[in-house]
């Protein structure tokens, strides 16, 4: 027979290992409970609006049901996957920048694609008779000119028009803490920047859609729907599991990419054609800094990007934790160019659709400093946080 003393040992290491799994438990469910579940994480909220209805969906590489692709999530549920619209860079994110994205046959599913970049921004109603309801799933970042929520805007506009239900998968935004940079005039509305909203604007894309249908900037309201992400406040920092697109690769590239994007109108360099895309800036003939890198061709990613084969030499910002939008680096390289009596500028027209205003270039022009810019944005921001309200999901 046992002892009563290894009777007690036995009884007290079997009491700390059920403490231990009680506390391992516990945490597990913690985390499970505080865990950020992205709308299309949610089957039981959309598979419901979807039973017996042709679907068209507004999807890209960023449609995941974990590590499932949202199509294939789809057509294993049994759902009727008629059509796939896809935004730049294609359904699978494998188009440059600017690259067409041409219409066919998805090879992996058999589903028909439609290009919805470039001439055709929206489908016609002829195309539109073979989906009941519209879906859309596609991860933003935040930014006003990254070309996303103008697709979702002009799909919108579509499903309105036709009568057929539209519903967003709403996904978080890596920039939801930010609400910055100047207001839309609408005077520079193009496909880079379609809304009154600011460069940053901290909406995710579901508010944004309930936004674009109660301000009504579509022609006719849309029967919309949308669905939450849970557990998520727009403060809360969140990693992009999927890279949005081929240029903006990791966190640093999204935080930066506010900043950088406007020396997309200029002859600086921010990276595209090298691994660290929106992570750095340079320039050949003169520079700040001392990095240096020399941007290559790379398919699907850039095929002829800016100092192609030509040393760069600038600033690395790989480093740099970026909040919001950083104006001094656009100032500084402009001061620069100016020095040299060179031309900073040399797409006056796209900077103004990028920033969404002709104001933003000439007070930089005009030597403006950082603080003496942003306190002219303030007014519009404050109208637009109040304005926003309304649509707002998570606080």
């Known amino acids: 027979m046992m002892s009563s003393y290894k009777l007690t040992k036995i009884a007290v290491l079997f009491g700390l290992l059920l403490c231990c799994f009680s506390i391992a438990w516990a945490k597990a469910e913690q985390t499970k409970s505080t865990e950020i579940i992205v709308g299309a994480e949610q089957p039981l909220h959309y598979l419901p609006l979807l039973k017996n209805k042709r679907v068209g969906l507004i999807v890209n590489q960023t449609s995941k049901v974990r590590q499932q692709h949202l199509v294939d999530y789809l057509l294993n549920k049994g759902v009727k996957v008629k059509v796939i619209f896809a935004p730049e860079h294609g359904f699978r994110g494998d188009h440059d920048a600017g690259e067409k994205v041409a219409s066919g046959l998805d090879s992996q599913t058999g589903v028909k694609v439609y290009s919805i970049y470039g001439k055709h921004k929206k489908p016609s109603s002829e ?197 919001g939008l950083d104006l001094s680096y656009l100032i500084a390289w402009h001061s620069l160019f100016k020095q040299h009596k060179q031309v900073f500028f040399t797409r006056a027209a796209f900077m103004d659709k990028l920033a969404g205003t002709d104001q933003l ?29 309304p649509y707002l999901l998570y606080f």
């Open 127 to 323: 195309i539109l008779k073979e989906v009941d309801v519209l879906l859309f799933d596609i991860q933003d970042v935040g930014v006003r000119y990254y070309t996303y929520i103008s697709s979702m805007h002009y799909m919108m506009a579509a499903a309105a028009s036709n009568n057929i239900p539209f519903i967003v998968l709403d996904r978080p935004n890596p920039n939801g803490a930010y609400v910055d940079g100047p207001i839309l005039n609408t005077e520079f509305q193009s496909f880079v920047g379609m809304h009154e909203i600011p460069l940053l604007h901290g909406m995710t894309v579901g508010e944004l859609a309930l936004m674009i249908n109660g301000e009504r900037w579509i022609e006719k309201q849309a029967d919309l729907s949308v669905i939450p992400v849970k557990n998520y406040q727009r403060e809360m920092s969140y990693s992009l599991p999927v890279k949005p697109s081929p240029n903006l690769p990791n966190d640093a590239s999204i935080a930066h990419y506010a900043s950088l994007g406007f020396f997309e109108s200029t002859p600086v360099s921010i990276g595209r054609g090298t691994d660290f895309p929106f992570q750095v800036i340079g320039f050949d003939k003169y520079s700040i800094g001392e990095f240096s890198f020399t941007p290559r061709s790379i398919k699907g990613a850039a095929s002829a990007p800016k100092l192609n084969g030509i040393k760069a030499k600038g600033q690395d910002l790989r480093e740099i934790t970026s909040s």
């Open 361 to 389: 270039r000439k007070q930089i022009q005009s030597g403006l400093s950082e603080d003496e810019i942003r306190n002219s944005w303030q007014q519009g921001l404050g109208n637009f946080r109040k304005q926003r309200q």
